[in-house]
Protein backbone atom coordinates (compact mmCIF):
# COMPACT_ATOMS: atom_id res chain seq x y z
CA UNK A 1 0.00 0.00 0.00
CA UNK A 2 1.22 3.83 -0.89
CA UNK A 3 2.28 5.22 1.98
CA UNK A 4 1.21 8.89 2.14
CA UNK A 5 2.82 12.13 4.13
CA UNK A 6 1.74 15.24 4.03
CA UNK A 7 3.51 18.62 5.29
CA UNK A 8 3.58 22.27 4.49
CA UNK A 9 0.63 23.33 7.12
CA UNK A 10 0.03 26.30 9.14
CA UNK A 11 -0.92 29.70 10.38
CA UNK A 12 -1.25 32.14 7.38
CA UNK A 13 -3.59 35.72 7.38
CA UNK A 14 -6.16 35.93 4.94
CA UNK A 15 -5.07 36.85 1.60
CA UNK A 16 -1.36 34.67 2.25
CA UNK A 17 0.17 31.61 0.42
CA UNK A 18 0.78 28.36 1.73
CA UNK A 19 2.27 25.30 -0.18
CA UNK A 20 1.02 21.73 0.94
CA UNK A 21 3.15 18.88 -0.35
CA UNK A 22 2.28 14.97 -0.37
CA UNK A 23 5.03 12.60 -0.80
CA UNK A 24 4.07 9.25 -1.69
CA UNK A 25 6.61 6.33 -1.24
CA UNK A 26 5.30 5.50 -5.00
CA UNK A 27 4.04 7.21 -8.00
CA UNK A 28 1.86 3.83 -9.74
CA UNK A 29 -0.56 3.42 -12.39
CA UNK A 30 -2.69 1.49 -10.07
CA UNK A 31 -4.72 4.15 -8.91
CA UNK A 32 -5.96 6.79 -11.32
CA UNK A 33 -5.48 9.94 -9.42
CA UNK A 34 -4.17 11.94 -6.24
CA UNK A 35 -6.74 13.90 -4.55
CA UNK A 36 -6.01 16.91 -2.05
CA UNK A 37 -9.28 16.85 0.25
CA UNK A 38 -10.08 18.48 3.10
CA UNK A 39 -12.18 18.80 6.65
CA UNK A 40 -13.33 21.64 9.02
CA UNK A 41 -14.44 21.10 12.07
CA UNK A 42 -18.27 20.03 11.98
CA UNK A 43 -18.35 19.46 7.93
CA UNK A 44 -18.04 16.65 5.97
CA UNK A 45 -14.50 16.02 4.54
CA UNK A 46 -14.53 17.96 0.88
CA UNK A 47 -12.89 17.11 -2.56
CA UNK A 48 -10.32 20.07 -3.12
CA UNK A 49 -8.40 18.83 -5.80
CA UNK A 50 -7.15 16.20 -7.98
CA UNK A 51 -4.11 15.07 -10.19
CA UNK A 52 -4.32 12.02 -12.80
CA UNK A 53 -1.81 10.06 -12.90
CA UNK A 54 -2.45 9.02 -16.37
CA UNK A 55 -2.11 12.64 -18.19
CA UNK A 56 -1.52 14.85 -15.68
CA UNK A 57 -4.91 16.33 -16.01
CA UNK A 58 -6.29 18.68 -13.36
CA UNK A 59 -9.05 18.86 -11.58
CA UNK A 60 -10.97 21.65 -8.66
CA UNK A 61 -13.89 22.09 -6.61
CA UNK A 62 -15.32 25.62 -7.90
CA UNK A 63 -14.48 27.56 -4.32
CA UNK A 64 -10.86 27.19 -4.57
CA UNK A 65 -10.68 27.41 -8.65
CA UNK A 66 -8.07 30.45 -9.85
CA UNK A 67 -6.89 30.44 -5.94
CA UNK A 68 -5.42 26.75 -5.62
CA UNK A 69 -3.33 24.99 -8.29
CA UNK A 70 -2.12 21.15 -7.99
CA UNK A 71 0.93 19.70 -9.52
CA UNK A 72 3.42 16.83 -9.44
CA UNK A 73 7.25 15.72 -9.32
CA UNK A 74 7.43 12.44 -10.64
CA UNK A 75 10.77 12.44 -9.72
CA UNK A 76 10.33 13.27 -5.99
CA UNK A 77 6.97 11.05 -5.93
CA UNK A 78 5.17 14.26 -4.57
CA UNK A 79 1.61 16.18 -4.95
CA UNK A 80 1.63 19.64 -4.51
CA UNK A 81 -1.38 22.26 -3.47
CA UNK A 82 -0.42 25.50 -4.08
CA UNK A 83 -3.04 27.93 -2.40
CA UNK A 84 -2.94 31.21 -2.86
CA UNK A 85 -5.47 34.32 -2.13
CA UNK A 86 -6.37 32.22 1.26
CA UNK A 87 -9.41 32.82 3.36
CA UNK A 88 -10.57 32.28 6.33
CA UNK A 89 -12.93 29.72 5.17
CA UNK A 90 -10.23 27.99 3.99
CA UNK A 91 -9.26 26.57 7.60
CA UNK A 92 -9.23 22.86 7.65
CA UNK A 93 -7.66 19.79 8.40
CA UNK A 94 -6.22 18.78 4.93
CA UNK A 95 -5.54 15.13 3.19
CA UNK A 96 -3.87 13.50 0.65
CA UNK A 97 -5.03 10.45 -0.87
CA UNK A 98 -5.47 7.97 -3.72
CA UNK A 99 -6.83 4.45 -4.56
CA UNK A 100 -9.62 5.60 -7.11
CA UNK A 101 -9.77 4.31 -10.84
CA UNK A 102 -11.24 7.37 -12.15
CA UNK A 103 -10.12 10.97 -11.88
CA UNK A 104 -12.94 12.23 -8.92
CA UNK A 105 -13.24 14.79 -6.06
CA UNK A 106 -15.54 12.14 -4.09
CA UNK A 107 -13.67 11.23 -1.24
CA UNK A 108 -15.72 7.69 -0.64
CA UNK A 109 -13.19 6.56 -4.12
CA UNK A 110 -10.32 6.92 -2.20
CA UNK A 111 -9.24 4.44 -0.16
CA UNK A 112 -5.66 5.12 0.72
CA UNK A 113 -4.78 8.14 3.29
CA UNK A 114 -2.55 10.42 4.72
CA UNK A 115 -2.47 12.02 8.11
CA UNK A 116 -3.13 14.84 7.31
CA UNK A 117 -2.06 18.45 7.80
CA UNK A 118 -3.60 21.42 9.88
CA UNK A 119 -4.11 25.11 7.59
CA UNK A 120 -5.47 27.97 9.62
CA UNK A 121 -6.39 30.93 7.94
CA UNK A 122 -7.24 33.53 10.50
CA UNK A 123 -5.51 37.50 11.36
Known amino acids: QVQLVESGGGLVQPGGSLRLSCAAS????????IGWFRQAPGKEREGVSC????????YYTHSVKGRFTISRDNAKHTVYLQMSSLKPEDTAVYYC????????????????WGQGTQVTVSS
Open 97 to 112: ATGPVYPTLLAYEYHN
Open 26 to 33: EFTLDYAA
Open 51 to 58: ISTNDGST
